[in-house]
């Protein structure tokens, strides 16, 4: 496709000249006509990113735009619409000034010289690829909609993650529609890790942007890195051609996956031989060769990316004609998939083989600390895992609502990650389930506790009190190995922590995965 800017477009980036003439205050008449900006999607990705690069580039108008209009005005309030530490205050910074949120949608994608995409792109639950494949549907969509409102050239940018090769689908959708209107599309993957997510963007290890290698393209890629070269060193600001950005953030969030998935593969094997994961990880982490991150061992992985991408790949595999390739990418989720089981299994196990009609509390809902997200928290398949046995749960987590608990337990696999107006409205509450919102509460009277979250207030209960009102004998099973398992024991607790030696209880009645 022969992608050019217009004119405005091209005065503009030769005003620029340099990212060093942005930073030394030179080309002032590029700050005072910058380009606006406008994000499609204020999740957990658009929101924030928007935000930081409002904050950092006070010159720029930055606008956040969703469907939802529950979402959008939870943005436009005092309680935004997702937790992430340090969000609050640079959103309430720029609100109103540089920075808005709309329901608009076609007006400010009409307005805007670049466009962010931050969709949706959930893993398809039926025909081809079923399971595996990504479904594009709301991508194409937004695709749709900017050729439809444009009215002058735009840069488009891929910022969900995608399939390699999305970029091509695209260009063809915005050429054939682009009633004689150019297009350049680059991918700028997010690497944000949640809970830290503020902090990743303002200080980011790298930015990844990825265009075609063309002049125009070339230029594009320059626009988007002058926006971001406000704030992060042009050293670590990568260029790259469209393909590789893509499949770069596939791959390292398999590679990451397979790091955890490798750590819980040996929490198993420690448990079966006596040997304590976290004295292994130690060792190996020691090695400059791997380093000591993502090798902690817990309950599994989740979250909205590790799984999605990983199936991805696969289905990209196969259909390249590489199921070798394919199988080994599996194996990490089949691992994952594996130590949620061995969980539930433990916990079964150990309770005389038997948890019907028994409570059991679940501490944590969130895959990780610091986030309200669930989305394909380890939570889910134990607790589905633990009502599958009759059990009763009262769940506790700070920052994760009961209509949000009810939703993911009651949902489909992959529902989770279509918008809310296309997931169930009113999903039947589940039978079984109490969720409370004091750790005390979820306790007792329970026969045994589950830590599936490393929330830091978990550390610092009152076991005492905790183990005073249990029914006895009081069990604990720590799914992120975050309490003191000596201590427990010395109060009365019998103690599972995942890849650490087994007490003679839990060795007398051995977990059947």
């Not at 494949?133 to 840069?155: G, P």
């Not at 948890?355 to 889910?380: H, M, N, W």
Request: aromatic fraction near 8%.
């Amino acid at each position: 496709m022969q992608n050019h800017l217009n004119d405005e477009f091209v005065f503009r980036y030769k005003l620029v000249g340099s990212v060093e003439h942005i930073k030394s205050g030179k080309d002032q008449l590029f700050l005072s006509k910058m380009v606006k900006i406008c994000c499609i999607g204020a999740g957990y990705v658009g929101g924030p990113t928007m935000a930081v690069i409002a904050l950092k580039c006070p010159n720029i108008q930055v606008a956040v735009v969703d469907i939802s209009t529950a979402r959008i005005n939870a943005w436009n309030s005092d309680t935004l619409p997702i937790y992430e530490p340090g969000l609050d205050e640079v959103v309430k910074k720029c609100r109103g000034k540089n920075l808005s949120f709309s329901t608009d949608v076609e007006k400010h994608v009409a307005e805007s010289d670049i466009v962010f995409v931050s969709v949706n792109t959930p893993t398809k639950t039926q025909g081809l690829g079923a399971g595996k494949a990504a479904d594009l549907t709301y991508w194409e969509s937004a695709a749709r909609m900017i050729a439809d409102v444009a009215k002058s050239n735009k840069i488009v940018v891929e910022k969900s993650t995608v399939p390699v090769k999305t970029a091509e689908a695209i260009e063809k959708i915005l050429t054939h529609n682009s009633k004689g209107i150019n297009f350049s599309i680059l991918s700028n993957p997010e690497f944000l890790a949640e809970g830290t997510a503020i902090s990743d963007l303002l200080n980011p290890d790298r930015v990844l942007i990825g265009g075609r290698e063309t002049p125009e393209g070339k230029k594009a890629i320059e626009a988007l890195r002058d926006v971001y070269a406000h704030w992060v060193p042009v050293d670590r600001i990568l260029c790259t051609n469209l393909w590789s950005a893509e499949l770069s953030k596939l791959a390292a969030n398999a590679f990451l996956a397979q790091r955890i998935s490798s750590v819980n593969a040996m929490s198993a094997l420690c448990e079966a031989t006596g040997a304590d994961v976290s004295q292994v990880a130690h060792a190996v982490g020691k090695d400059t060769r791997i380093g000591p991150k993502f090798l902690n061992a817990s309950v599994g992985f989740g979250g909205s990316c590790f799984q999605k991408d990983i199936l991805n790949l696969v289905y990209i595999c196969e259909c390249n004609g590489i199921p070798e390739v394919a199988t080994y990418w599996k194996q990490v989720i089949k691992v994952n998939d594996y130590q949620k089981t061995r969980f539930v299994n433990r916990i079964v196990s150990s309770m005389f083989n038997t948890v019907s009609g028994k409570k059991i509390a679940v501490l944590g809902f969130a895959f990780k600390k610091d986030t309200g997200d669930t989305r394909e928290t380890p939570a889910i398949d134990v607790c589905k895992g633990l009502i599958g046995d009759k059990a009763k749960l009262s769940i506790y987590d700070p920052q994760v609502s009961q209509d949000q608990i009810q939703r993911d337990l009651s949902m489909k696999k992959f529902d989770w990650d279509h918008p809310v107006h296309l997931q169930p409205m009113s999903p039947t509450s589940v039978k079984d389930v109490s969720v409370v919102w004091d750790a005390y509460t979820a306790t007792k009277d329970a026969h045994g506790i589950c830590i599936l979250t490393e929330w830091d207030e978990f550390k610092n209960l009152d076991y005492q009190k905790i183990f005073n009102d249990m029914q006895k004998p009081a069990f604990m099973f720590d799914g992120r190995n975050v309490v003191d398992a000596e201590k427990l024991r010395k109060i009365g607790f019998i103690v599972y922590s995942i890849g650490k030696p087994l007490d003679d209880w839990l060795k007398d009645m051995p977990a059947v995965a």
